[in-house]
Nanobody, 124 residues
């Protein structure tokens, strides 16, 4: 049974930092593209960042470039999202996702496995 377990969300002041973790089990982690999506009420899930299997290629949404850093540790089967200089508009539920193939990596439909989500709230 595949499980993706997110942790690290919470309440933070604008300008602060959080580090999200996604611990995977039940899959061959280094065979999967990993991504972080986020979603706010009434909106579709949007891709925040994605990393290829080896960790050498990373995509970032324009809205988070220069502030967020995604990484992965294949030995630990864990993906991370370091979020710095957080803004109110970063408030959302953040989801970890895994995809066997990287085509259309920016589409939620590409990802077969999802975590339960972790709330990030940024206050001013």
């Amino acid at each position: 049974q595949v499980q993706l377990l997110e942790s690290g969300g919470g309440l933070v002041l604008s300008g602060g930092s959080l580090r999200l973790s996604c611990a995977a089990s039940g899959l061959t982690f280094n065979n999967y593209v990993m991504a972080w999506f986020r979603q706010t009420p009434g909106n579709e899930r949007e891709l925040v960042a994605a990393v290829n299997r080896g960790g050498s290629g990373i995509y970032y949404a324009d809205s988070v470039k220069g502030r967020f850093t995604m990484s992965r540790n294949n030995a630990e089967k864990t993906a991370y999202l370091q979020m710095n200089n957080l803004k109110r508009e970063d408030t959302a539920i953040y989801y970890c996702a895994a995809a066997r193939f990287s085509h259309s990596y920016n589409s939620p439909d590409t990802y077969g496995f999802w975590g339960q989500g972790t709330q990030v709230t940024v206050s001013s």
